[in-house]
């Protein structure tokens, strides 16, 4: 069974970046699902799709412009490990931050069960 578990700051000051790791451990790593998501909620409202980096490196953003004009995924297989950075942030980034494991690639509408393994979130504020 493969565990994600998300890391970085809690707050974070509008115009700067936010930077977020996502752990994978047990199963067989990085190598147990083929996409590598990041996921966000803010209060109240659905689950927003960010974007994801597959095994083969490839890397894919939503289709909001805004969202894919200051996202960028990365990893780093040799510590299990992917990555979120958030560019230009603002109040509206305000929101519970996942990440999560999937086969296949699902980017609109997207529901808890169309991922396999999720991370436990993390709340990240942006505020001055």
């Known amino acids: 069974q493969v565990q994600l578990q998300e890391s970085g700051p809690d707050l974070v000051k509008p115009s700067q970046t936010l930077s977020l790791t996502c752990t994978v451990s047990g199963g067989s790593g990085m190598r147990t699902y083929y996409y590598w998501n990041w996921i966000r909620q803010t209060s109240g409202k659905d689950l927003e799709w960010i974007g994801c980096?597959?095994?083969?490196?490839?890397?894919?953003?939503s289709a909001s412009h805004d969202l894919k004009r200051r996202s960028s995924i990365s990893r780093d297989t040799s510590k299990s490990q992917f990555s979120l950075q958030l560019s230009s942030v603002t109040p509206q980034d305000t929101a519970v931050y996942y990440c999560?494991?999937?086969?296949?690639?699902?980017?609109?509408?997207?529901?808890?069960?169309?991922?396999?393994?999720w991370g436990q979130g993390t709340q990240v504020a942006v505020s001055s």
């Open positions: 999560a494991a999937s086969d296949y690639l699902t980017t609109v509408q997207i529901r808890r069960s169309d991922f396999s393994s």
């Open positions: 980096i597959a095994n083969d490196g490839e890397t894919y953003y």
